[in-house]
């Protein structure tokens, strides 16, 4: 479903602050796969969504999503095949439009927008089905505006309308890192399911080692932009964070340094 071929991305490059973000990555992701990334600051994670989701241009290598060269399609273009959750809440929805609105631009996402544009009652009760099923209270509260919702409640609210339509790719970029601890797990929990259900091939970063074990059937990990890791099934079943930093050790040459990665 995704393969990412010798991907090099350099910023400010043949000047004195030149930072070779991706150096040479390359990995492969199957369908219905649920890769977690993890890494220290720096290490290349949001560098390497953001070239996937043709935020950034790359200097080398290939991207191809289900079969199809994007390497050079502008990101607006590979949008219709992607599904993205940002870190910051305030991303990915439209703070003055309500909850069916911003439902209906995710649903029709892609299609031409003629005169007929409202929205019909038994498009509303899909969104009432579907709200409900995230057990936030929030089918009951259609014409709410956005932007009055706390951070959790947005937060599950983008990440419905990234998997409405199934994106052949669901990148999730440090989705609950600006939430608490306590609304963190509530999302990571509703993520999980959606992705089963769904079957959603997904790459999820994120900046806690334990969530990067627990979740996913595949781990990447990432030191100054190389994958230094890749572990999956029982191997990655049976790890615990102590293992994965004396790996981390035994491949980069270091310690972890960056002890935001290491909090519960």
């Given amino acids: 479903m995704l393969r990412v071929n010798a991907l090099t991305k350099i910023f400010n490059a043949k000047t004195v602050n030149e930072n070779r973000a991706l150096n040479n990555v390359s990995f492969e992701l199957k369908k219905g796969e649920f890769v977690t990334l993890i890494g220290g600051n720096g290490s290349g994670k949001s560098t390497l969504l953001n070239c996937i989701a043709g935020v950034y241009t790359v200097e080398k290598g290939t991207i191809i999503i289900d079969g199809k060269n994007v390497t050079n399609i502008c990101e607006y273009k590979r949008a219709v ?145 190389r994958i230094i890791l890749d572990i999956k099934g029982k191997e990655k079943q049976k790890m615990t964070v102590e293992s994965l930093l004396d790996r981390f050790g035994n491949v980069s040459g270091e310690e972890f340094a960056d002890e935001q990665v290491l909090l519960p």
């Fill in 81 to 225: 095949m992607l599904g993205r959750v940002f870190q910051d809440p305030v991303m990915g929805t439209a703070s003055n439009m309500g909850i069916e609105e911003n439902l209906a631009l995710a649903l029709r996402r892609g299609k031409r927008r003629g005169l007929a544009w409202g929205i019909s009652k038994k498009e509303r009760e899909k969104y009432k089905e579907l709200l409900k099923k995230l057990g936030l209270g929030l089918e009951n509260r259609l014409s709410t505006k956005v932007g009055l919702l706390s951070g959790g409640q947005r937060q599950a609210l983008t990440l419905l309308m990234a998997t409405l339509k199934e994106p052949k790719l669901l990148l999730l970029d440090e989705h609950t890192a600006a939430l608490d601890p306590k609304t963190a797990q509530k999302v990571l929990k509703l993520s999980n399911r959606i992705i089963k259900e769904n079957n959603l091939t997904t790459l999820m970063v994120t900046h806690n080692m334990k969530n990067a074990l627990k979740y996913g059937n595949r781990l990447m990990m990432m030191h100054e932009g």
